[in-house]
């Protein structure tokens, strides 16, 4: 597979020039002109993107293609950005709309490289990455020093930026490669006595990146986790190959906002942050319906491995809903243990307490251990001559 680089903006020698540009002036990255006139910039970034999604085999094994408007807000003296995204499927108004809003990361020099474009209410075309970022919800926090529940959030990083142009709708096409980590079969509910069954995919997606000092060969790896959403109604050829762990593929997809809903019963730090938000209905039903980002797989293209046969899924599918079915038994809260310990620590101290006096026992005289008299019999005497003294006879 031929990975290009979106970093480099030089164009392939197979792919044209934009119209007016001369063939023997080489094509500068934004980063060293950042004059370049808004149309030249728009015509080349679609070049790029022409060559790394429908090329002759070219391809991205991590690209995200968002086309948008910018939200741009003010908070504490810093400037954060958004992109305004109202996708209608089928490219038609009649169809129902999907609308977010994605949070960007950028990097200062690239907010400054592009801060004629980041204007809110700007249409821009936005190039860049998708990866896991880790963090920390604050709301499970216990105490002062806790930092909270481990929680991951899928962030776009932003490579390139371009204006859109009149014609392009909006949308928010990802194209990713990688080796399947997880699988998890789930059921959403579509109505009364209704279910649609699908699956939730962790893909591990690795891209190699190279450093930016002059003449340096080192190539790095990166490597993140992508939560992926799939459709098994049966209507997306080759999902099958997306189901079993290990296999490589390559999916298609759009970016999705999901929402879900948490079962108290089944989590202890869930029900605490509950009743710490007792007066705050907001929070609570945050907390219970928490929402996170995703891939909402389109098509996938198996490049290593083999498909899930149907009674694999099957299978699986009942070992998994087996072993939800199966409660585990409430964990005590921290506070009953610490009572618990309590009450066991004053009722052993009640018990001792309450115990009758006894006597002391006379101590018992030492015995003197009958070694010792045979230890001495065989220890050498004075004499040099080795008789004994006792039994020698009187002298003369």
């Not at 809003?101 to 950028?106: D, E, F, G, N, V």
């Not at 189901?243 to 019963?265: A, C, M």
């Not at 299978?315 to 072993?323: K, L, S, T, V, W």
């Not at 009953?336 to 006096?357: H, Q, W």
Request: a negative charge; aromatic letters at 4%; one cysteine or more.
């Amino acid at each position: 597979m031929v990975r290009w680089n979106l970093s480099d903006t030089s164009l392939p020698p197979d792919i044209p020039l934009p119209q007016g540009s001369d063939a023997t002036d080489p094509v500068v990255p934004p980063a060293a002109a950042p004059s370049l006139a808004p149309p030249e910039r728009a015509s080349q970034v679609q070049l790029i993107l022409d060559r790394a999604l429908r090329g002759d085999g070219a391809s991205l094994d991590n690209l995200c293609v968002v086309v948008g408007t910018i939200r741009a807000t003010e908070r504490r003296r810093f400037m954060t950005y958004a992109i305004a995204v109202q996708e209608a499927l089928a490219g038609s108004d009649a169809v129902r709309a999907d609308e977010f809003h994605k949070p960007l990361t950028m990097s200062s020099s690239l907010v400054a490289r592009y801060a004629d474009l980041l204007q809110d209410g700007q249409r821009v075309m936005i190039t860049g990455l998708l990866r896991n970022d880790g963090t920390y919800d604050s709301r499970f926090a216990t105490d002062s020093t806790d930092a909270g529940r481990r929680v991951w959030d899928m962030r776009l990083d932003v490579v390139a930026i371009a204006p859109a142009l009149p014609s392009d709708p909006d949308y928010a096409l990802v194209q990713v490669a990688g080796m399947v980590e997880q699988v998890t079969f789930r059921v959403n509910p579509i109505g009364r006595n209704a279910i649609a069954h699908y699956a939730e995919v962790l893909l591990r997606n690795t891209i190699f990146v190279q450093s930016a000092a002059p003449g340096a060969r080192g190539r790095y790896r990166s490597t993140t986790l992508l939560p992926l959403q799939l459709s098994l109604e049966g209507d997306i050829a080759g999902a099958d190959g997306l189901l079993r762990v290990g296999n490589t593929v390559q999916i298609e997809g759009r970016l999705k906002l999901y929402r879900v809903r948490r079962n108290p019963s089944r989590d202890v730090g869930l029900q605490q942050a509950l009743e710490r938000f007792s007066d705050n209905p907001r929070q609570q039903r945050r907390l219970l319906e928490p929402q996170f980002w995703a891939i909402d797989v389109g098509a996938v293209t198996l490049e290593q491995g083999t498909p899930l046969r149907t009674d694999e899924r099957a299978a699986q599918m009942a070992a998994q809903a087996q072993r939800r079915r199966h409660t585990p038994p409430d964990a005590p809260s921290p506070d009953a243990v610490t009572a618990a310990l309590s009450a066991a620590t004053e009722s052993a101290l009640d018990r001792i307490g309450a115990a009758p006096e006894v006597d002391h026992a006379p101590p018992v005289e030492s015995v003197r251990p009958r070694r010792r008299r045979a230890a001495l019999a065989d220890a050498p005497t004075d004499d040099h001559d080795g008789v004994d003294r006792a039994d020698a006879p009187d002298g003369d």
